[in-house]
């Protein structure tokens, strides 16, 4: 009994510390080293996709910035510290979002605290496992394939070209093997419904695989944005070929 009574307090209290509630988010960021009154920016996508748009801004206090809100499904946001190039993408979802920038290389600085950005996170690194061979090779003959053009040797260019491709293709059949299993057994991840619907952006998709993909997913993924392009493309996939001749009318009599 003691020991029910102990983990039902210790409920109360992981439930009591919780900082958000329904609906809402909490990025609590970290920014070590960056002056005070830097200006961080939420940014979004725009309605066409085309460009992205400042939702919110904060400035950074002693090393620190805050930004809440309320969001409904998980997108891709960015965040822009003033002054740098560089963005840092992660995964707006309800939850605490722990984002600490590095100053020193933007494209370094770590996101975690949520489900979709640490698997984000996890997917990338293996990701880029499997790409490494394709930038590998392209650091060690950069000075080689340049040295090439100034000189217009067509016989390096050539050779580099083709070994080049070659490398690409493996690495680009890996990568999509990667993407499908991680969908495969990641059905409650945000990261599978994104690969799904590229999938389907695929002249040569195989729409029942997809489909199968698609049908795993849990239910609140469905109800996101790409889960709704997801089902919406596999409709129109389906569908009879839109603008077939119709079927000649029979001869009057």
Request: with cysteine; aromatic share 6%.
């Amino acid at each position: 009994m003691k020991k029910i009574i102990l983990l039902l307090s210790a409920t109360v209290v992981l439930i009591s510390c919780s900082k958000v509630g329904k609906d809402e988010y909490i990025i609590s960021g970290t920014a070590t080293g960056i002056e005070n009154g830097k200006t961080i920016i939420l940014e979004t996508q725009n309605e066409n996709g085309m460009g992205l748009i400042a939702i919110d801004t904060v400035k950074v206090e002693n090393g620190k910035f805050e930004i809440k809100g309320k969001v409904t499904e998980p997108s891709f946001h960015t965040l822009q510290l003033e002054g740098a190039q560089a963005k840092i993408p992660f995964i707006l979802e309800t939850g605490e979002i722990a984002i600490a920038i590095n100053k020193d290389s933007i494209p370094k600085s770590k996101v975690s605290g949520t489900y979709n950005n640490d698997e984000y996170v996890t997917f990338n690194e293996e990701i880029t496992k499997v790409q490494k061979k394709l930038i590998d090779f392209q650091t060690k003959n950069m000075q080689a394939m340049n040295t090439a053009q100034q000189t217009k040797d067509t016989v390096v260019i050539n050779g580099l070209m083709k070994e080049f491709s070659k490398i690409q293709e493996e690495v680009g059949t890996a990568s999509k093997a990667k993407y499908v299993a991680y969908a495969e057994t990641h059905p409650k991840s945000f990261i599978s419904a994104l690969i799904i619907q590229g999938m389907l952006n695929d002249p040569t998709a195989d729409v029942a695989k997809s489909e199968k993909l698609y049908n795993s997913l849990e239910e609140s993924l469905k109800n996101t944005k790409p889960g709704k392009a997801i089902k919406a493309k596999l409709a129109e996939m389906k569908s009879p070929t839109v603008g077939a001749a119709p079927a000649p009318a029979a001869e009057a009599k």
